[in-house]
């Protein structure tokens, strides 16, 4: 048993505050992973696949374009769930790896049909993830608009 999963008990307030120490760290923690991998997927992929699509007005380009988007915005949700994973598991929250990244993709996505359940201290961690999981498919969301209205190659653009 995890040291901080020993003291702590599930009638304690102390447990939720244990819930909100661990989780706002992790937000801030996916937060910042999540918006320089946008970033930097910007800078280096977008800037020159854009170049391409600016040049031919390339639908290929441009579908090309959202496809590597979109895999990698996957990719990084997918990091990012493994972070919180890590923490269930670091916590005695869920009992093994695959287990704790189930969860947490759950979780993270709002899906919530797997039947899986954090122990008994750590359950608040479960809705903050979810809320974490809101944020950062925002995030995604306002970035792929944003390569739309700038990339579309079909647009009348002077």
Do not use: C
């Not at 699509?53 to 959202?66: E, G, K, P, Q, Y």
């Not at 189930?102 to 899906?111: A, I, K, P, R």
């Not at 995604?140 to 739309?148: C, D």
Request: charged share 10%; no cysteine.
């Amino acid at each position: 048993m995890n040291i901080a999963h020993a003291t702590l008990s599930a009638g304690t307030p102390m447990s939720w505050s244990a819930d909100w120490a661990w989780s706002l760290p992790l937000i801030v923690a996916t937060l910042i992973l999540h918006v320089v991998g946008l970033g930097l997927f910007d800078e280096k992929v977008i800037s020159w696949l854009g170049s391409a699509i600016a040049r031919r007005h390339s639908r290929t380009a441009f579908v090309t374009l959202m496809s590597a988007t979109v895999l990698m915005a996957t990719v990084l949700h997918g990091l990012e769930a493994a972070v919180w994973a890590a923490a269930y598991r670091f916590l005695d929250a869920l009992p093994d790896a695959r287990t704790a990244m189930l969860y947490s993709l759950s979780s993270m996505t709002s899906y919530g049909h797997a039947n899986l359940f954090l122990s008994q201290p750590w359950q608040l961690m479960g809705a903050l993830e979810a809320l974490n999981g809101m944020i950062l498919f925002g995030l995604t969301t306002a970035f792929l608009f944003r390569i739309v209205q700038r990339e579309w190659p079909l647009g009348t653009r002077g």
